[in-house]
């Protein structure tokens, strides 16, 4: 569309609606413009100005004719429709595409070259440095992940710090952006700013050099009394009520507000923060936090839920806040948790009470911490059997807030796999190793400055191998189903992975979880530059998570061989297949009966203390069934019922077909 120049009587027409300019001559405007929705406007440096055509429509009904309305515009290309009314100061340096709405707003201004938050260097883990992430606007979890845990190889993260300055280099401009269909309105301070479309900012503080990756299907919303430097907010997400961030990146439908805080930090998709402080964590997907007491600090989480007054210490009064934690995907604390760092904890385990001998559980998974004394100790699997547990895997994919197109972070939701498995064996041998060098008759053992107690151990055991044995089983039964159609191979020939990529160690990347050399040789091609641009890294990782169950046979087909003792060849044996198939179906029947015996405790006598006020146990247990319903109705009693009537009838399948 070709713009115009203004006439003179068009001029004469805007100063007598109060409208003034350095150069009448520096203003063009769409030759469909109406003029008279331009009053009371100030013009400073090249303008150039849309139509006014439509109306918006505001809450209880109101409309506002878009137009120009007392405000003072600086080198400001206005796209059609739009409303700017009451503007303190100026808007200078800015691009307002389509159908925005600006009111009431102190100032907005891009100020210079700025990558808009883009290549901001966040100090996550060691407030002193040594870790920096170097942040920008298609950052994925898995490559801050490498950034921040790989410094062992420098040549490795002067590449991925590359990498991210070339994708921050993209954003630079003098020239800021708001997105078409996005709204400004009783917002103070706005400085170098990218507003993508959809983008709706209100009632904000002051927002500095930072970036809202909005579009129309996922937009972004920041709220009332918000402070924020320095950042990057993923589309989806939400910063609301008076929080407060310093050098933070914002993944994909967070959800930060009610009073949060948070400063060098990384929270990546479908995180919840309210009301609590973080400082130098990284926040994989789904850490969630909800209470005012609650800080933590210097630690990496993932899949994490903190109770309220969970804290961390990093220093130990000696050289200052240089000492980090990790608690591994799946792990929670309990209220008034504490964690003395360094330690590491356990995968899908949960910390109660204070512990501050430096604790490493990460090769006891699904464990309790549990203070007593002032010592801590140690319940090995238990979570296997917790309600809480399975009730959390089944919610997260659930909870999963981002459209299904342009999800940044790979996630894998599976409780089990070769990533908690592994770890699972880990902790069998150490139990086993304990107990062989203590002996059975030991009351307690000890283990990484943790006490286990000998009935501890011998339940740990056995929960370790039935989950072991439910694993192989699922993935046998999967590998039998995806092969049907080669049934005439023998079973030897179906059940034989196609490559061994998968044998070995895996790692969890901050939600991807991959077979540790498949990492690795991207990391060597990086270093090498065989992988020489972030988009040939990232479709790497991405082709990594889609071949997730190719890898994840080729490990389990490795380990039931071992676990079993059998022999390639005892594979194609139909009688050993279904004592397997018969193992697994025992070791789904018997963990789903010990959840099932767990949910029954929510429903106990003793939970139901405080129901059925000014009544008796009658009217207690009447009160209870209304407000959390009866047991047997329960949707998760009924889940885990169904499940074991299914794997039942899918293992009695398998043992019919094999015999």
Same mark, same amino acid.
Request: aromatic residues 10%; negative net charge; glycine residues 8%.
């Given at each position: ?53 439509? &109306?918006? #429509?505001?809450?209880? $009904?109101?409309? *506002?004719?878009?137009? !120009? ?6 080198? /400001?290309? @206005? ?119 959809? &983008?709706? #900012?209100?009632?904000? $503080?002051?927002? *500095?050099?930072?970036? !809202? ?6 937009? /972004?919303? @920041? ?121 590491? #904890? ?314």
């Amino acid at each position: 569309m070709e713009y115009r120049k203004l006439t003179g009587g068009e001029i004469a027409q805007l100063e007598q609606q109060a409208c003034s300019s350095e150069d009448w001559n520096a203003i063009s405007v769409h030759p469909d413009t109406n003029l008279k929705y331009v009053r009371s406007v100030r013009f400073s440096g090249e303008c150039r100005i849309g139509r006014f055509e439509k &109306s918006f #429509i505001m809450p209880g $009904g109101m409309r *506002k004719h878009s137009g !120009l309305y007392h405000v003072t515009l600086h080198n /400001v290309v @206005i796209g059609d429709n739009c409303c700017i009314e009451n503007i303190k100061n100026y808007i200078a340096n800015y691009e307002i595409g389509d159908d925005s709405f600006i009111e009431n707003v102190d100032i907005i201004i891009c100020d210079g070259p700025t990558t808009f938050g883009n290549g901001v260097e966040v100090s996550v883990l060691n407030e002193t440095g040594g870790r920096e992430v170097t942040i920008h606007n298609q950052m994925t979890a898995q490559e801050a992940y490498m950034q921040a845990m790989y410094r062992h190889r420098p040549r490795l993260i002067e590449r991925l710090k590359h990498f991210a300055s070339e994708m921050a280099e993209v954003s630079r401009s003098s020239v800021g952006t708001i997105g078409h269909h996005s709204t400004i309105v009783d917002t103070g301070y706005i400085k170098n700013i990218y507003m993508g479309p959809y &983008s709706k #900012i209100e009632g904000a $503080g002051k927002l *500095k050099n930072g970036s !809202l990756m909005s579009h129309e299907a996922s937009p /972004v919303h @920041i709220g009332y009394g918000v402070i924020a430097e320095d950042f990057i907010v993923q589309n989806g997400s939400q910063v609301e009520d008076c929080a407060t961030l310093t050098r933070v990146y914002v993944g994909q439908s967070c959800m930060l507000g009610h009073g949060y805080s948070a400063s060098d930090s990384l929270f990546f998709c479908n995180c919840q923060e309210e009301n609590g402080e973080a400082c130098a964590i990284f926040a994989g997907p789904f850490t969630v936090t909800h209470h005012k007491s609650t800080l933590l600090i210097a630690g990496m989480f993932s899949f994490m839920n903190a109770g309220s007054g969970s804290n961390q210490s990093n220093h130990m009064y000696k050289l200052g806040p240089i000492h980090q934690g990790a608690m591994e995907r799946g792990a929670k604390t309990a209220s008034d948790s504490y964690i003395l760092w360094p330690a590491r #904890i356990g995968a899908f385990s949960l910390v109660m009470g204070r512990h501050t001998t430096n604790p490493d559980t990460s090769a006891l998974p699904f464990s309790y911490l549990i203070e007593k004394n002032g010592e801590t100790w140690l319940a090995p699997a238990v979570n296997l059997r917790s309600v809480g547990t399975i009730r959390d895997a089944q919610k997260w994919p659930k909870r999963d807030k981002r459209t299904s197109e342009g999800r940044l972070d790979l996630v894998n939701f599976n409780l089990l796999s070769p990533y908690t498995i592994d770890k699972m064996l880990q902790g069998l041998d150490v139990l086993q190793r304990l107990r062989a060098l203590s002996g059975l008759t030991s009351d307690t053992y000890t283990y990484q400055s943790a006490k286990i107690k000998h009935t501890a151990l011998e339940r740990g055991i056995e929960l370790y191998r039935m989950a072991i044995r439910k694993f192989l089983g699922n993935s046998l039964i999967s590998r039998l189903e995806k092969t049907v159609d080669r049934a005439s191979e023998g079973y030897l020939a179906r059940l034989r992975p196609e490559s061994n990529t998968g044998e070995g160690d895996w790692l969890d990347l901050s939600g991807l979880i991959a077979p540790h050399t498949t990492i690795t040789e991207l990391m060597n091609d990086i270093e090498a530059g065989t992988v020489d641009t972030y988009n040939k890294m990232n479709a790497r990782l991405c082709e990594i998570h889609q071949n997730y169950y190719d890898y994840e046979w080729a490990w389990a087909y490795k380990l039931m061989l071992s676990f079993y003792n059998l022999k390639e060849e005892d594979l194609g044996r139909k009688e050993v297949l279904v004592d397997i198939v018969r193992s697994w179906k025992k070791a789904v029947v018997d963990i789903d009966k010990m959840l099932y015996q767990d949910a029954k405790k929510e429903f106990s006598l003793s939970t139901k203390t405080g129901f059925g006020f000014d009544g008796n146990t009658r009217t207690a247990e009447a009160d209870f069934e209304q407000v959390r319903g009866q047991f047997d109705s329960n949707p998760f009693v009924t889940a885990v019922q169904e499940h074991i009537a299914v794997k039942s009838e899918l293992g009695d399948k398998w043992i019919a077909l094999l015999s």
